[in-house]
Nanobody, 114 residues
Framework: QVQLVESGGGLVQPGGSLRLSCAASGTIFSIYTMGWYRQAPGKQRELVARITSGGSTVYADSVKGRFTISRDNAKNTVYLQMSSLKPEDTAVYYC????????WGQGTQVTVSS
């Protein structure tokens, strides 16, 4: 069973920064494509960023240049560094592990407000 646990969410002011972490267990972490998705109330879950086992990255246009996804295979952890945060970034952020099947964490709330 693949287990994912997100952490690092919270309340931050516009223009601020936040780093999310996702710790994986019960899997051979290095072979999975890892991603961060987010979902605001009443909206569909959307891709924020993705990183493959080889280190290739993909970002949503709305976060490109502001967010950075990275992974530390030795720690079985994927990160999302968020900078220049905007109110529209407010959402529950979910960690995803994908290979043959997809697995999801429970999510962590990010609120950007002054």
């Amino acid at each position: 069973q693949v287990q994912l646990v997100e952490s690092g969410g919270g309340l931050v002011q516009p223009g601020g920064s936040l780093r999310l972490s996702c710790a994986a267990s019960g899997t051979i972490f290095s072979i999975y494509t890892m991603g961060w998705y987010r979902q605001a109330p009443g909206k569909q879950r959307e891709l924020v960023a993705r990183i493959t086992s080889g280190g290739s990255t993909v970002y949503a246009d709305s976060v490109k240049g502001r967010f950075t996804i990275s992974r530390d295979n030795a720690k079985n952890t994927v990160y999302l560094q968020m900078s220049s945060l905007k109110p529209e970034d407010t959402a529950v952020y979910y960690c995803n592990a994908d290979r043959v099947a997809s697995f999801w964490g429970q999510g962590t709330q990010v609120t950007v407000s002054s």
